[in-house]
């Protein structure tokens, strides 16, 4: 499965960007999928996931209730709407398929991940 993220740029603190992640080559529809990031010099991190289709989402604490993670399966593409952007939110963005149709916040159970796309926030 290929996947590719897209939507990162740079943005003031408290402004809105929205991630997308298309896939393609998969039954997309079959699976969860995640968000996580990477800050340089810190490990990957768990921000968002979704259920395979799309009535289950989790989030990381620290961007609970600013970020918003949803899904059309028909475009097998997954969103990540991303409000109040924080100076702390500042990574390479990575979109993942998981190995289920749940999965939760590890690394590993995720299998197939897009490339990244960068979000910086200035303060």
């Known amino acids: 499965v290929q996947l590719q993220a897209s939507g990162g740029g740079l943005v003031q603190a408290g402004g809105s960007l929205r991630l997308s992640c298309a896939a393609s080559?998969?039954?997309?529809?079959?699976?969860?999928v995640g968000w996580f990031r990477q800050a340089p010099g810190k490990e990957r991190e768990f921000v968002a996931g979704?259920?395979?289709?799309?009535?289950?989402?989790y989030y990381a604490d620290s961007v609970k209730g600013r970020f918003t993670i949803s899904r059309d399966n028909a475009k097998s593409t997954v969103y990540l709407q991303m409000n109040s952007l924080r100076p702390e939110d500042t990574a390479v963005y990575y979109c993942?398929?998981?190995?289920?149709?749940?999965?939760?916040?590890?690394?590993?159970?995720?299998?197939?991940w897009g490339q990244g796309t960068l979000v910086t926030v200035s303060s």
């Open positions: 993942a398929t998981a190995r289920a149709r749940y999965s939760g916040r590890d690394v590993d159970e995720y299998d197939f």
């Open positions: 080559g998969r039954t997309f529809s079959s699976y969860a």
């Open positions: 979704i259920s395979w289709k799309g009535f289950t989402t």
